[in-house]
T-cell receptor
Framework: ETGVTQTPRHLVMGMTNKKSLKCEQHLGHNAMYWYKQSAKKPLELMFVYSLEERVENNSVPSRFSPECPNSSHLFLHLHTLQPEDSALYLC????????????FGPGTRLLVL | GQNIDQPTEMTATEGAIVQINCTYQ??????LFWYQQHAGEAPTFLSY??LDGLEEKGRFSSFLSRSKGYSYLLLKELQMKDSASYLCAVSLMDSNYQLIWGAGTKLIIKP
């Protein structure tokens, strides 16, 4: 248990569906991250929020839309995804956005049909 | 460009020692992280090296050579529960939050 929870753990969706991934951290951290993890590939940073403000958006397609209503919660809204978007989506948090240790959630395994 | 290399997969025997290497070519290197990730679980922090040398934490040790762009994770007295993927990641001087990640090394422990 790392103090970062994610729901759902598994998600199957069609290309026309809309769904949301949720992340919650119980560590009192100020920064939160979304990563995409595909098999045998490095982690890809998608979005970074610091004190609820987006500070990084790594050329992610607009079909992924993040939301950070407060420093403890982070959402990733999904719509009209493609099969190549199937992956493990990891949420992480850190105390700040310096070279801080990031604490990861267990991830949401997403399958797009 | 920024690049990190680590072996895709390694196999070792329970009770033995294994060394997982990570080489990097990056500009503005600051430090290097090692994370452990069991299948279906969250990556968990193992170590962070900024200075050259060996840092020991129980059965796990991490080494860094900044001049050679090289790090390794040393696991001693291997246990079955050490079967996992080991990820190395580099932090950069000019980015507060962007880590450069390796693809991970899957370690298989056999009895």
């Amino acid at each position: 248990e790392t103090g970062v929870t994610q729901t759902p753990r598994h998600l199957v969706m069609g290309m026309t569906n809309k769904k949301s991934l949720k992340c919650e951290q119980h560590l009192g951290h100020n920064a939160m991250y979304w990563y995409k993890q595909s098999a045998k590939k490095p982690l890809e940073l998608m979005f970074v929020y610091s004190l609820e403000e987006r500070v990084e958006n790594n050329s992610v397609p607009s079909r992924f839309s993040p939301e950070c209503p407060n420093s403890s919660h982070l959402f990733l809204h999904l719509h009209t995804l493609q099969p190549e978007d199937s992956a493990l989506y990891l949420c992480a948090s850190s105390q700040g956005t310096g070279w801080e240790t990031q604490y990861f959630g267990p991830g949401t395994r997403l399958l797009v049909l | 460009g920024q690049n990190i290399d680590q072996p895709t997969e390694m196999t070792a025997t329970e009770g033995a020692i294994v060394q997982i290497n990570c080489t990097y070519q990056t500009s503005g290197f600051n430090g290097l992280f090692w994370y452990q990730q069991h299948a279906g679980e969250a990556p968990t922090f193992l170590s962070y090296n900024v200075l050259d040398g060996l840092e020991e934490k129980g059965r796990f040790s991490s080494f860094l050579s900044r001049s050679k762009g090289y790090s390794y994770l040393l696991l001693k007295e291997l246990q079955m529960k050490d079967s996992a993927s080991y990820l190395c990641a580099v932090s950069l001087m000019d980015s507060n939050y962007q880590l450069i990640w390796g693809a991970g090394t899957k370690l298989i422990i056999k009895p």
